[in-house]
C-alpha cells in the first residue's frame, strides 16, 4: 500500500513496484491521475487497487483504513510517502495544521487502524519516505504544528524530524518479530513537488537533482527482500543505513530520543482518538 502515488516519487515507486509483480494499493487524492498510476502499474505487471483518499482529513483517512480492511485480508508493505511542502498555513477539518496532518497523523492512524492486515502478514514492514530537510531540525513536540510564525519549508522539516521520532518509538515498542518500521531517504531528487514548492532551489540544482527513478531505488529495494530483513528502526539512502543527525544541534541521547517518542506517541494516539 503506497500513499501519494500519483506524482513524482510515489508514481516512479508505483510503476517499479508494478514491475516487481506485486500487488499496489496506490492512494492519491486525484482520481484521474489514480486511473492513470493503475494503468501504469498494469502495463508493468503488477495488480492496482487505486484508493481515492485527501490524507489531510483524518475522516477520509478513517474511511479508506475502512475500506482497504474489508478488501484485502494481509498487507505486506504500508508506504507512507505522501507529503506536503505548503506556502501558507492551513488547517485540516479536525483543526489540525496540515503538515502536521498530512506526515503524521494520518500515517499514525493509518498504521493503527491497518494493524491487524500488517500482522496478518509474514514480519510486515512499514517504510516512511523522509527528507534531507530533516537535518535541519530538532524535535519538540510543543513546536511541532506552527502558528503566527509559519514558514512552510521549516513546517516541513519539523514534520520529517517527527517521523523520525516516530518510526524509531513504534520500532521500539514492537515485540520480537513483529512489523519493522523503516525510514527511507531518497536524496534530493527532481520531482513536481520540489519544483513547485522549492523553485529557486530546483532551477539551481536542476542538473546535480537525481531523476524520480534513482530517488526510489532504496525505497523499492526495501519493499522487495524477504519478511524480516532489513532490520527496522533504522534510516536508508543508497542501500545504506545512515545517521539520523548531522548537525549537533538537532543530536539527542538515545535515552531522550526515546522520552521523545514516548511523548509524540501519546500526542499523536490522543489526536486519533476522536477520529470516527
Known amino acids: ?10 508514481r516512479a515507486s508505483a510503476r517499479f513496484l508494478g514491475a516487481l509483480g506485486m500487488t499496489v ?7 484521474r491521475r489514480l486511473e492513470e498510476v493503475a494503468r501504469e502499474i498494469e502495463i508493468a505487471g503488477g495488480t492496482a487497487y487505486p484508493e481515492a483518499c485527501d490524507l489531510a482529513d483524518l475522516d477520509q483517512t478513517a474511511d479508506l483504513a475502512e475500506r482497504i480492511t474489508r478488501r484485502l485480508d494481509h498487507i505486506d508493505v504500508l508506504v507512507h510517502n505522501a507529503g506536503a511542502l505548503l506556502g501558507e498555513r492551513t488547517e485540516t477539518p479536525q483543526g489540525h495544521e496540515t503538515t502536521v496532518a498530512v506526515h503524521l497523523l494520518s500515517p499514525h492512524l493509518l ?4 494493524r491487524p ?45 517527527a517521523q523520525v521520532v516516530w518510526t524509531v518509538a513504534l520500532q521500539a515498542r514492537e515485540p520480537a518479530e513483529g512489523l519493522d518500521f523503516s525510514l527511507v ?7 513536481p ?23 526510489v531505488d532504496t525505497l523499492v529495494w526495501l519493499c522487495s527482500l524477504d519478511p524480516g530483513i532489513p532490520a527496522g528502526g533504522r534510516l536508508w539512502l ?16 538515545d535515552e531522550r530520543l526515546a522520552e521523545q517518542g514516548t511523548e509524540l506517541l501519546a500526542w499523536l494516539d490522543q489526536a ?4 470516527k
Do not use: C, N
Open 111 to 114: 498504521t493503527v487502524r491497518l
Open 193 to 215: 513537488g520540489v519544483a513547485d514548492s522549492l523553485p529557486t532551489f530546483s532551477r539551481a540544482l536542476g542538473p546535480l537533482l537525481r531523476t524520480p527513478a534513482e530517488g
Open 117 to 161: 492486515l500488517l500482522k496478518a502478514a509474514d514480519q510486515a514492514k512499514v517504510i516512511t519516505m523522509t527528507s534531507g530537510g530533516m537535518y535541519t531540525e530538532r524535535f519538540a513536540l510543543d513546536r511541532l504544528e506552527m502558528t503566527d510564525d509559519y514558514r512552510g519549508s521549516v513546517a516541513y522539516a519539523r514534520a520529517k524530524r
Open 25 to 31: 494499493v496506490a492512494v492519491g487524492r486525484d482520481p
Open 272 to 275: 486519533i482518538e476522536a477520529t
Open 1 to 10: 500500500m503506497l500513499t501519494g502515488a500519483t506524482s513524482g516519487l510515489g
Open 238 to 253: 543508497d542501500r545504506r543505513p545512515r545517521p539520523f543527525y548531522r548537525l549537533s544541534s538537532t543530536r539527542v541521547s
Open 185 to 191: 531517504h531518497p536524496g534530493w531528487a527532481k520531482t
